[in-house]
């Protein structure tokens, strides 16, 4: 079965950054379609080899077909990458990237209730398994703890409103909709949106908050950056300033015993590459290396 493969983000200042070399191991930690696998075991070739980790079934499936021709050079395991420390041993890997986010297997499946833009279930989970939707938090959180998480993951000024007006609609048949909750956040957040869709922050909160991805990440990156032999890379692209900030300060973190912070200020891709893949555009990418001394 063949898939359409989108644009890996800033591939090249990726492979530059984790300095990819024929023989190495590496692990990417959030395969999604598999384009930076692909890359990283072509560029490693003849021997070097890639395990792959995703919580996504669906992109699982379709990396699997992506790096087939690698035969088993690639090796994917079901599990999210904060699951990484229970498979792979400490100082066992060359390389680790987490490209954080959604998808756009994610967003272009309005099945998955990821975008505004086509209607589809507010459902929102990276993984299908796991037990708590976005219409079950829209539906059933109380509302002041729903403007909390509008607030904290969205930095959405207008949360208050925006909780109100969601605890309100769903008093009659719930919300069950993207479209059905992106039109109740347009109409309470009125004002100047600095040309952003006003449900933009909303579904950005409450995909987080349902995925636990800043949770696992501020959680992970130490245990991760444990998995780098002497020498060997880790690199992260986050999209949004939250994420960004787990990352940085984490590898500053790092870099006060053991851990060399390569990347003093976020590499961002160029005008020619958002011009390709607009989706790139607040991509931000990260390195941090382990001193060769460590062992």
């Known amino acids: 079965m063949a898939f359409d493969v989108h644009e890996p983000v800033l591939l090249e200042e990726v492979m530059e950054l984790l300095a990819v070399r024929p023989g190495g191991l590496y692990v990417d930690g959030t395969l999604g379609l598999g384009g930076h696998a692909s890359e990283v075991l072509r560029r490693s070739a003849p021997d070097g ?8 079934p669906d992109a699982l499936e379709r990396a699997a077909a992506v790096l087939a021709p690698f035969g088993d050079r690639a090796r994917l395991q079901h599990a999210r990458y904060s699951e990484i420390p229970r498979h792979v041993e400490e100082e066992s890997v060359d390389g680790l990237l987490l490209d954080l986010g ?3 297997l994610q967003l272009d499946d309005a099945e998955r209730g990821f975008s505004f833009r086509r209607e589809g279930p507010l459902d929102m989970r ?9 219409a079950d938090v829209v539906n059933r959180m109380r509302e002041a703890e729903l403007a909390d998480v509008i607030y904290q993951y969205g930095e959405e000024r207008r949360s208050r409103q925006i909780a109100h007006a969601i605890v309100d609609a769903r008093r009659g048949r719930g919300i069950t909709t993207t479209t059905q909750l992106a039109e109740i956040v347009r109409r309470a957040a009125r004002g100047p949106r600095d040309g952003i869709d006003p449900a933009t922050r909303t579904f950005q909160a409450l995909r987080i908050y349902v995925n636990g991805e800043l949770t696992e990440l501020s959680s992970s990156l130490a245990a991760l950056a444990r ?5 060997g890379r880790l690199a992260v692209i986050s999209f949004h300033s939250l994420e960004d900030r787990e990352v940085k300060n984490a590898f500053r973190d790092m870099g006060k ?4 912070v390569l990347t003093k200020k976020p590499v961002r891709p160029g005008e020619a590459e958002v011009g390709r893949n607009p989706r ?6 990260r390195g941090l290396l382990r001193d060769e001394e460590a062992a």
């Open 280 to 285: 790139a555009r607040s991509a931000r990418l």
């Open 102 to 104: 959604v998808s756009s």
């Open 257 to 260: 015993g053991g851990f060399q």
């Open 49 to 56: 080899r890639v395990l792959g980790f995703d919580r996504d």
């Open 227 to 231: 998995r780098l032999k002497p020498g």
């Open 126 to 134: 990276m993984d299908p398994g796991d037990e708590t939707s976005a």
